[in-house]
């Protein structure tokens, strides 16, 4: 008779303790064990419980495990969370089996040994068959639905709470993000703001409303949020830094004169195109989108065009404001030396404009929506056993939660956005559909986006900087990784599941178009290692710059409105305070819109901050030391971002890979 030793780990997570009976079957090259009793009464969370199976021969190596969960007696069905289980054989070895599931019914689950194999790596028939049922019962959990023709696919699910197990929130995660929402709705009602529909009287009694929910930055923003240097400031450093380019040549739509503008230090605009000193904002992805209608009131969105002057001082200043693209006598622009409020009413829509681009271009779709693409062809077509798969599942740590959560919540029928929001529902769908159409592969890439948008020396540009240094981070980690696994770029052609993964994404994601750059298949290691590592990146480091700082950039309403009340001025001169307050929106949706954006900023107390890897899927010493490496990577850029902060007068924070979450989890 020969013992195996079998260890096993509970998740330390709430209700992942069981009450119920755990079997176990040991599968090995040489035979299988019986069906084995783990003798407990109680597996508690977070406990370490090691357990003996007997049988009359060696199995060999060990391929697989299965586990059983069966209820006892009286004893109601419960779930069970188990991290992995470690075997020593009676040779010595030692075999780990990652789990990391939830087991809550009394079928056979079976989980492969933790060491990372590639489909064509697999030499046993028996092996082979457990890839193929795996993935068999992945395609059932994590089908693709159209939620809307022109959108990305997302995962087919009636509610958040009919996701796999596996992917919904923990319970300490749902009850926080219930009791942040239940508390901003209750307060609302408890100031009586909520059914509240008049217009501001004054941004005095905004500012009442506001200073209940600040932030440092929040309040910084509500000081400064009329100044010039600090409206340019935003586009670099705010919630939506990648609109930004160059420019060259003024748009023929777009007729700035010489003349108009005042260019300090004796130049003109003609020599400071000339010197790449100034930049524009073309919001003609807004062109043409009928505006919503909000409690009744018809509603106002434009698609402006804003030119920028990087000053001597190295200030990026708005030196002219168009508000809609077609130009004419009933559109005029906007200039720094007009009235007080015509300038400012300019900027406030320029302002709401950016709400709607950056809300859901630059952080529904290129963040939220393209991490579930990427999640669910992950989850689909990748066994547990894959390089691939142990690298990028901590990446899709309550995505498609969160993303059934917004469907239902922010852009549903009785979403936020759709009732209050300029966009609609209608528009809203019109709106991504026209973005996917023009998203590029370049344009998800940091360094190939900056070098597209020619932003590679602009001074202050703490975006790019802190983003470059981590997407360097990030692809060394990523080389050092795949490079392991696979030796040459035969290795990435024999891997039909690797393909299978990407072909995914090109029909499910960007909907099979070729213009896009995306890659259709894989056919080298490098280009395999530059996608992986616009994965990585696309839902971590890019959804925290454009999503923590929602609430300290458009906390305070003014700055950041979500729709406008009436339409642009069309004369100059025609603006007064009262004519702008009754353009912003009314109170009732400025304190709508101002919950919603403290619930979508808040962390949650089980945040995963990037680099840091609390299951292991990795068994290899190899990779897991490459996952020690790249964490100290970015320890060492929190300390250099960290530095530099605190000479900032606006210290950005945002891409400090400390507050980076490693998923798309709010």
């Known amino acids: 008779m020969v013992v195996y030793e079998v260890t096993v780990y509970t998740g330390d997570r709430v209700h992942a303790t069981t009450l119920n009976n755990i079997h176990i079957k040991l599968v090995g090259t040489e035979g299988e064990s019986d069906r084995t009793w783990l003798m407990s009464l109680f597996i508690f969370r977070g406990s370490v419980s090691t357990y003996t199976v007997t049988c009359e021969n060696s199995l060999g190596q060990l391929l697989l495990i299965e586990l059983e969960k069966r209820k006892f007696f009286l004893v109601p069905s419960d779930a069970w969370f188990p991290d992995k289980v470690e075997i020593k054989s009676p040779e010595g070895d030692v075999y780990t089996f990652p789990v990391y599931s939830w087991i809550s019914d009394s079928e056979t689950h079976r989980y492969r040994e933790g060491k990372a194999l590639r489909i064509f790596e697999e030499n046993n028939p028996l092996g082979q068959y457990a890839r193929e049922q795996e993935l068999s019962q992945r395609s059932e959990d994590y089908s693709w639905d159209l939620y809307h023709p022109g959108l990305p696919y997302s995962i087919k699910a009636d509610d958040p709470l009919t996701l796999p197990d596996e992917v919904q929130f923990s319970f ?20 009586g703001l909520a059914e509240n529909h008049d217009s501001w009287k004054n941004l005095d009694d905004i500012n009442e409303v506001f200073h209940k929910k600040d932030t440092a930055l929040s309040d910084y923003v509500q000081e400064h949020w009329k100044e010039d240097d600090f409206f340019g400031y935003q586009y670099l450093n705010g919630v939506n830094p990648i609109l930004i380019r160059r420019c060259k040549t003024l748009p023929p739509n777009f007729p ?43 509603q106002y969105l434009m698609a402006p065009l804003v030119l920028f002057h990087k000053r001597p001082d190295d200030k990026l200043m708005p030196i002219a404001i168009q508000l809609k693209q077609s130009p004419g006598e009933d559109n005029p ?40 693409v990427f999640a669910v062809s992950l989850l689909r077509n990748l066994p547990m056993v894959h390089p691939l798969y142990k690298l990028l599942i901590p990446h899709t740590r309550y995505t498609l939660q969160i993303n059934e959560l917004a469907r239902d919540r922010l852009i549903g029928p009785t979403g936020v956005f759709t009732l209050i929001a300029a966009s609609g529902r209608d528009t809203l769908s019109r709106i991504l559909a026209r973005s996917l159409s023009a998203i590029t592969y370049t344009s998800l890439c940091i360094p190939d986006d900056i070098a597209e948008r020619d932003m590679q020396d602009v001074p202050n540009y703490y975006y790019r900087d802190d983003g470059l240094k981590i997407w360097n ?100 001169g025609t603006t007064t305070e009262a004519t702008m307050l009754a353009t912003l929106p009314p109170i009732s949706v400025t304190a709508q819109g101002m919950a919603t954006l403290w619930l979508l900023s808040r962390q949650s107390s089980d945040f995963v901050a990037l680099g840091h890897y609390p299951e292991d899927h990795f068994t290899e010493e190899t990779p897991r030391q490459l996952q020690r490496e790249f964490k100290a990577e970015l320890e060492v850029l929190t300390t250099v971002i960290r530095k530099r902060n605190a000479d900032l007068e606006i210290p950005y924070t945002y891409l400090d890979p400390n507050s980076v979450e490693n998923s798309v989890a709010i």
């Open 256 to 298: 700035v004169t010489d003349d108009m503008v005042c260019i300090p230090a004796g130049s003109d605009l003609s020599n400071e195109l000339k010197q790449g000193n100034i930049y524009l904002c073309d919001y003609k992805n807004l062109d043409g989108m009928p505006a919503n209608t909000v409690l009744g009131k018809q």
């Open 473 to 572: 981070i990030m692809y060394k980690f990523v080389q050092g990784l795949l490079e392991y696994y696979y030796k040459s770029d035969d290795d990435v052609l024999k891997d039909s599941e690797l393909q299978t993964w990407i072909g995914d994404i090109f029909e499910h994601g960007f909907l099979s178009q070729p213009q896009t750059g995306i890659p259709q298949s894989f056919t080298t290691v490098p280009e395999m290692i530059k996608f992986v590592t616009m994965v990585m990146f696309t839902s971590s480091c890019q959804h925290a710059a454009v999503n923590s700082g929602q609430y300290d950039y458009g906390g305070w309403m003014p700055n950041s409105p979500l729709t406008l009340q009436r339409p642009p001025p069309t004369k100059k």
């Open 333 to 372: 622009i906007f200039l720094p030396t007009d009235s007080t409020h015509d300038w400012l009413t300019a900027r406030i829509f320029v302002r709401s404009a950016d709400f709607t681009e950056h809300q859901l271009n630059t952080h529904l779709l290129r963040t939220h929506l393209l991490a579930e």
């Open 172 to 191: 300490t995660k749902s009850t926080q993000f219930a009791f942040t929402a239940a508390t901003g709705v209750a307060e609302l009602k408890l100031k």
